[in-house]
């Protein structure tokens, strides 16, 4: 049987990126809107510093405002929610994203809960969460909307397709069950507790992966020529000894590659796949909200 297509997130989110720089100049010179994007990062977590500072440079590079908000590890609840309820008021800001995880003093449900829901651009508060699963307009999370995006450009209408989803994450998994739900796929979400997982998985057209456990997924709990969608990232020590002693690292998806690669009909790759799909969703969730805000059609 031939490999699998390997679908490019990288090549994809490149596009999607120039497209939404397309409409942020747009809506600037229709509307004198300037969509605004605020980060909040609370400690100096070294994977956390760089997301930020990524989704900093292409909210810029989109023609948005971008704000950094870095705070210290030991920062009160009640400093950082007067932050965002700045921030929630701030007519140049459109999107607020705090950057879990937080350190373990801060809640992150109370978080959520004090960002405006018009703001909300990771789609993580009751009310957009809400909203999506009423098959209303919401904000949603942003990696769920960039592989329904990968998975359309492939397999174009999903309707009827069995799809599975492997994690059940607010910010994950039931999102992406939500939205395959909409597209009229029939779904079943799987999780640490689902009994004989590999036949589960077997039966999906879809097979989306979101636990975070390097290559669990093996080439046999793939159906023939399923679409394979790969979100887990894990870091582990380099293969090349030299580069591992000197603490170099290497990203590994959910998805053991080599083997679902010989069975899969399409497959994301880890790095390159679903990561560069995120920040570009977070642009477009951020240009959505300026327009609701604002009033702007379409
Ligand atoms: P999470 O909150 O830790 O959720 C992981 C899910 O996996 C849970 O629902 C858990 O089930 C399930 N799980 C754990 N072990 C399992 C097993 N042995 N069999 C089946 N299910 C199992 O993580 P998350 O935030 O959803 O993220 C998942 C992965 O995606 C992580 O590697 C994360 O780094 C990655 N991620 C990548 C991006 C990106 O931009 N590419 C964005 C978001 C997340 P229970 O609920 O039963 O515990």
Redesign the pocket.
């Known amino acids: 049987m031939a490999q699998a297509t390997i679908i490019d997130g990288k090549l994809f989110a490149a596009n999607l990126r120039e497209r939404i720089a397309v409409e942020v100049a747009d809506l600037k010179a229709a509307h004198g809107v300037t969509p605004g994007l605020a980060v909040v990062l609370v400690g100096e977590d070294p994977a956390s510093q760089t997301y930020v500072r990524n989704k900093g440079v292409q909210t810029l590079e989109a023609g948005m405002h971008s704000e950094t908000h870095r705070l210290p590890a030991d920062t009160a609840e009640a400093d950082l929610f007067a932050l965002l309820d700045r921030l929630n008021a701030d007519p140049a800001i459109h999107g607020i994203l705090v950057q879990f995880p937080v350190p373990e003093h801060l809640s992150q449900d109370r978080i959520v809960a004090r960002i405006s829901p018009d703001k909300d651009v990771d789609g993580l508060t009751v009310t957009n969460a809400g909203r999506l699963a009423s098959g209303l307009p919401a904000l949603t999370s942003c990696?769920p909307v960039g592989c329904m995006m990968l998975l359309r450009d492939v397999l174009g209408d999903l309707r009827g397709k069995r799809a599975v989803v492997?994690?059940?994450?607010n910010?994950?998994?039931k999102p992406m069950a939500q939205l395959l739900l909409a597209a009229d796929c029939t779904v079943t979400i799987?999780?640490?507790?689902?009994v004989d997982?590999p036949a589960v998985c077997r039966e999906a057209d879809i097979l989306v992966a979101?636990?975070?456990?390097a290559e669990?997924v093996r080439g046999d709990w793939i159906k023939p020529g399923a679409a394979v969608i790969d979100?887990?990232?894990?870091r582990l020590p380099s293969l090349d000894p030299v580069r591992a002693a000197e603490g170099k690292t290497r990203l590994v998806g959910?998805v053991a590659f080599k083997e679902a690669v010989e069975v899969a009909g399409w497959i994301t790759p880890v790095p390159g796949g679903?990561?560069p799909?995120?920040i570009a969703c977070l642009l477009q969730n951020t240009l959505t909200a300026a327009k609701r805000i604002h009033g702007v059609e379409g």
């Open positions: 990696t492997i994690g059940r994450s910010l994950m998994g799987a999780h640490s507790r689902t997982l979101a636990v975070g456990r669990m979100v887990g990232i894990t959910d679903v990561g799909m995120t």
